[in-house]
């Protein structure tokens, strides 16, 4: 399968929580084990007039960190996280979100990720960490 087919099936796999934040996974390196993933986000997920509220923003890093490692490891069914630390740095208004993540490590049964989100200004406006488990297809 080559980039662009990838990118078009992971896209029609992505959930609802996902879908109504208009995301869309534009970028990844399998390599490097990193994504990229665009949002377009509405004012009815913000506070104080377009200000998008940190959940979030927590989910659209947590979509970004995890689609980096389901790209990156084609044999993980699903990545449950263990632990989440989000870090909110800028403001992140309503429009055109951009979400990058990436595999720190991964081990047989652990992967630790990072994330950063960027505004529509160009500034990372929040990063994160998290530790999630991987469950893997079973070989037969």
């Given at each position: 399968?080559d980039?662009?087919?990838?990118?078009?099936y992971?896209?029609?796999?992505?959930?609802?929580?996902?879908q109504?934040l208009n995301?869309?996974?534009?970028?990844?390196?399998?390599e490097?084990?990193t994504?990229?993933?665009h949002f377009a986000?509405g004012e009815?997920?913000?506070?104080?007039?377009?200000?998008?509220?940190?959940?979030f923003i927590t989910?659209?890093?947590?979509?970004a960190?995890s689609?980096s490692?389901?790209i990156?490891?084609?044999?993980?069914l699903a990545?449950?996280t263990?632990e989440?630390?989000?870090s909110f740095l800028?403001v992140?208004r309503?429009g055109?979100?951009?979400?990058?993540?990436?595999?720190?490590?991964?081990?047989?049964s652990?992967?630790?990720l990072e994330g950063?989100?960027?505004?529509?200004?160009?500034?990372?406006?929040a990063t994160?960490?998290a530790?999630?488990?991987?469950v893997?297809?079973?070989?037969t």
């Open positions: 399968m980039k662009q087919a990838r990118l078009e992971n896209n029609s796999l992505l959930p609802p929580c996902l109504v995301a869309e996974l534009v970028d990844f390196d399998m490097a084990a994504c990229e993933m986000i009815q997920f913000c506070h104080s007039v377009d200000t998008i509220q940190g959940g989910a659209m890093l947590d979509a960190m689609h490692a389901f990156s490891q084609p044999d993980i990545l449950p263990l989440l630390k989000v800028e992140t309503a055109p979100v951009t979400a990058h993540g990436r595999v720190v490590k991964a081990g047989r652990t992967v630790f950063h989100l960027v505004n529509r200004e160009g500034q990372v406006s994160a960490s530790t999630a488990k991987l893997r297809q079973k070989n």
